[in-house]
């Protein structure tokens, strides 16, 4: 069954950095575009990024553009979000999140938390 288990995520101050990891089984990683989303308190999910099946192509939420940076390296089936000069705002769960065969999965988040 497909599996997504994302990693990295902690505590930060601002204009800090850190990376989160998405790793993915049960389906071919490497033919698919993957997605990074977040939830901050009271706030909805939203979109942060796609990466395209090969990495070629990727776009951003105007709210990170220039601070986050979406990778993925398909011999080992993960997804990468660098996310550099951290903000407070950037304080939420942060999901990856996968279409596969008309189906939507999601991993189970990792907190991230940018505080003084």
């Known amino acids: 069954q497909v599996r997504l288990v994302e990693s990295g995520g902690g505590l930060v101050q601002p204009g800090g950095s850190l990376r989160l990891a998405c790793t993915a089984s049960?389906?071919?990683?490497?033919?698919?575009?993957m997605s990074w989303y977040r939830q901050g308190p009271g706030k909805e999910r939203e979109l942060v990024g796609h990466?395209?099946?090969?990495?070629?192509?990727?776009n951003y939420a105007d709210s990170v553009k220039g601070r986050f940076t979406i990778s993925r390296d398909n011999a080992k089936n993960t997804m990468f979000l660098q996310m550099n000069n951290l903000k407070p705002d950037d304080t939420a769960v942060y999901y990856c999140?996968?279409?596969?065969?008309?189906?939507?999965?999601w991993g189970q988040g990792t907190q991230v938390t940018v505080s003084e």
């Open positions: 049960g389906f071919t990683f490497r033919d698919y575009t």
């Open positions: 999140r996968a279409n596969v065969d008309m189906q939507t999965y």
């Open positions: 990466i395209s099946a090969v990495g070629e192509a990727t």
